[in-house]
């Protein structure tokens, strides 16, 4: 019942660029900022976009974020072994009055 | 750094209450910030349980509302969770973490939130 749509999965060779997107609607990516998580197999989510394109200190820059209009999309340039995992977006819902996240994609190095 | 644990019973019985405790150290709660619960069903996606400010304001997932209870205790520099009548439905990963919910920006209109850093999280099994 996740309010954000994502693809299942995505997948690419090492130092390929792979493009996950997040389709919402007006209230809630419409309205507010996209942020997204990154999680490796067996461990808790780590932020990694916040505020539609920004960067916690510490991700590499080869991950990336933008929106437009009711839908985001999380960029994965140069992708590496480790960038397998699973990554979802998130935002604020104006209409719930609460966050809602992302189905989820799984990202697949070939 | 700030560094949140999640700590309670890994199973609890159907129709029961589920009794979660995050403990926060590297900060102190009653400083700011809204504090979250989410959690992960085996194998699924992530969903936001609830949020409450330092000052007790709480906001719920509103499929939840009726059965989610989260409170905070400074003096411990924890907040809690407590979710009645469970079923198997119930059986997840939970996690802890801090929301940084803001009110809305006069300048864009948006409103700010995103969760980190987060717990490692805590599997509960509802089960007989």
């Known amino acids: 019942q996740s309010v954000l749509t994502q693809p299942p999965s995505a997948s690419g060779t090492p130092g390929q660029r792979v493009t996950i997107s997040c389709s919402g609607s007006s209230s809630n990516i419409g309205s507010n900022i996209v942020n997204w998580y990154q999680q490796l197999p067996g461990t808790a989510p780590k932020l990694l976009i916040y505020?539609?394109?920004q960067r916690p200190s510490g991700v590499p820059d080869r991950f990336s974020g933008s929106k437009s209009g009711t839908s985001a999309s999380l960029a994965i340039s140069g992708l590496q072994s480790e960038d397998e995992a699973d990554y979802y977006c998130a935002a604020w819902d104006d209409s719930l009055n609460g966050h809602v996240f992302g189905t989820g994609t799984k990202v697949t190095v070939l | 750094q700030v560094q949140l644990q999640e700590s309670g019973p890994g199973l609890v019985k159907p129709s029961e209450t589920l009794s979660l405790t995050c403990t926060v150290s590297g900060y102190s709660i009653s400083s700011g910030y809204y504090w979250g619960w989410i959690r992960q069903p085996p194998g699924k996606g992530l969903e936001w349980i609830g949020s409450?400010?330092?000052?007790?304001?709480?906001f719920y997932n509103p499929s939840l509302k009726s059965r989610v209870t989260i409170s905070i205790d400074t003096s411990k520099n924890q907040f809690s969770l407590r979710l009645s009548s469970v079923t198997a439905a119930d059986t997840a990963v939970y996690y802890c973490a801090r929301d940084f919910l803001s009110s809305r920006s006069a300048a864009t209109g948006s409103r700010r939130s995103w969760f980190d850093p987060w717990g490692q999280g805590t599997l509960v099994t509802v089960s007989s």
């Open positions: 409450i400010y330092h000052r007790g304001t709480t």
């Open positions: 505020s539609d394109n």
